[in-house]
């Protein structure tokens, strides 16, 4: 692996950066190299349900509990909502026909689980309205070639379910009413859809909605709710729902439908606040244990939690039954890829003190720069956003190494400087070499480093709903204007199809 790029010439803010590009900054010296890829690898784009449907209470749908966590207190969302953000509930045509020309091989999106079954649970009613609305979708993608990626869960669960047990906090109650709702997914579009994902980033809905509170439902110290114990019982229920349906697809529909099915987990690479320094260096990869081990090592490995979280949390972190351990080592070989989700890359430190108990790190503090005052890359529109291919290159050797499973990257992209005006937003050179540069990393960890990557889809078709930033945070190819719901492609779009033709060809 090539050595750690530095960025001493980093001298500027992330505000200098936005609103006047220094022009020898550090972006510049940062070359894209177009680096080959498989001919086979494939390429799309990735959206989640709440974020471009809108529609939100059209033909039966029942609410969600982002519906519900947007609307009550609007000032966690930017003051907004997705009650219609794309539009794409009535677009969806449009929106295929704009992929097809694009030239994707692959659509990921996720199914709205209140949309057809609007209280959610096992004995509720199913809504067929909403059943016909994701049909008409997969025959359109598969009528222009485009393979379905589907996510049973990206963040919406029913609210019905939140209110009679406030769902991953109750695991029983929980696992069931999933196994039916991907039963029925399975059940209905299992004959067209070769790829599954069950759940979306386990840690975000963990921490995200259960101790920070930013994402729905929100629990957090202020809401009284117990954040020292809550994240690792919901963890702990996505796990053993994420395991139980890979049973159940394993043993009632893989001989017939021989499908796919896996998660998608999300991290930073970690570098050391101060990698001269042992216990940094610790604190770095403790940091990406406690994120994605945590996850990771029950279900592609079928184990425990990392010892490395045991000992630090204690009966914070729930055990598993001796039937839970069965039924983790019985499904974990049947993960057939790793679902990577990866935007950036971070420093971590060991903290001198220990910090107050709901500690959910390893005792661990996160930055952009280091101890030597170095950015771990340069900024973009968001802060916490760095272009840092190293970073990528070096999680996917980390991942491949802990879980030797072939890796998709679910989601990848950024979001540029004053992409509201649709004619800065087009002209989106920051993306683009983003883009180029970490498909670059991808391609020296297949060839230099052995890895095994098969696909990369960009995080996201258009610019949409992002949850707590509401609608001022863009990371589209495609530009959508929210007053008249016009989309218009940005150049990364067309970069993205012109760079795969040139990758992908053949060797000569
Ligand atoms: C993905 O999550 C989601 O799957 C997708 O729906 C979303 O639109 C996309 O990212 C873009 O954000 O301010 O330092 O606390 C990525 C997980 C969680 C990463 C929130 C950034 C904020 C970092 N994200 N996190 S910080």
Not at 174 to 194: E, M, N, W
Request: hydrophobic share 35%; proline share 6%.
């Amino acid at each position: 692996m090539s050595s750690t790029v530095s960025y001493e010439a980093a001298m500027f803010s992330a505000n200098d950066f936005v609103s006047d590009p220094c022009p020898s900054n550090p972006l510049d010296q940062m070359v894209v190299e177009e680096l080959r890829l498989p001919p086979t690898f494939a390429w799309g784009t990735a959206t989640a349900a709440y974020q471009i449907e809108g529609g939100t209470s059209q033909d039966g749908k029942g609410p969600s509990i982002w519906d519900i966590f947007s609307h009550i207190e609007p000032s966690r969302t930017n003051g907004e909502n997705g009650d219609i953000a794309c539009d794409h509930y009535n677009r969806a045509a449009e929106d295929v026909e704009l992929m097809s020309s694009l030239g994707v091989d692959v659509y990921r999106f996720s199914i709205s689980w209140p949309r057809i079954i609007p209280l959610g649970g096992r004995n509720d009613p199913i809504n067929e309205k909403g059943i016909a609305f994701y049909n008409n979708l997969i025959d359109q993608l598969l009528d222009r070639d485009i393979e379905p990626v589907v996510t049973l869960y990206h963040w919406d669960v029913p609210q019905g379910l939140y209110d009679r047990y406030k769902a991953f906090l109750n695991t029983a109650e929980f696992q069931a009413d999933f196994i039916h709702y991907a039963r029925l997914c399975f059940t209905r579009f299992g004959d067209r859809v070769k790829k599954w994902v069950t759940f979306n980033e386990p840690y975000i809905i963990s921490i995200f909605a259960h101790l920070n509170g930013t994402l729905a439902p929100g629990h957090c110290v202020a809401e009284g709710t117990d954040t020292t114990t809550e994240p690792w019982r919901v963890g702990h229920t996505l796990i053993l729902s994420h395991a139980a349906v890979v049973d159940m697809y394993t043993t009632e529909f893989h001989y017939s439908q021989k499908g796919d099915i896996s998660i998608v987990l999300n991290g930073s690479f970690y570098e050391p606040w101060d990698a001269t320094d042992k216990v940094h260096r610790d604190a770095a990869e403790r940091r990406m244990v406690f994120y994605i081990g945590w996850f990771g090592d029950p279900i592609f490995l079928g184990q425990d939690y990392p010892s490395e979280m045991r000992a630090a949390l204690g009966s914070r972190l729930p055990a598993f039954t001796d039937k839970e351990r069965r039924l983790l080592s019985r499904t974990a070989p049947n993960n057939a890829f790793y679902g990577m989700n990866h935007y950036s890359t971070k420093y971590a430190r060991t903290l001198s003190e220990p910090p107050a108990g709901d500690d959910w790190t390893g005792n661990i503090a996160e930055s952009s720069v280091n101890k030597f005052g170095q950015e771990v890359g340069p900024v973009t529109a968001v802060n916490w956003l760095r272009v840092a291919p190293d970073g990528f290159r070096k999680l996917l050797n980390w991942v491949w190494q802990r879980y030797h499973l072939p890796v998709i990257v679910t989601e990848n992209g950024c979001p540029c400087p004053g992409e509201t005006d649709v004619q800065i937003a087009v002209d989106d050179k920051l993306r683009e070499k983003y883009i180029g540069l970490y498909l670059d990393a991808i391609s020296r960890a297949i060839y230099e480093d052995g890895v095994q990557v098969t696909g990369y889809y960009a995080w996201t078709l258009m610019d949409n709903f992002e949850w707590s930033a509401g609608y001022g945070s863009r990371f589209g190819i495609v530009h959508t204007d929210f007053d008249t719901l016009k989309r218009t492609p940005k150049n990364s779009a067309y970069y993205l199809k012109a760079t795969f033709a040139r990758r992908r060809q053949p060797a000569t």
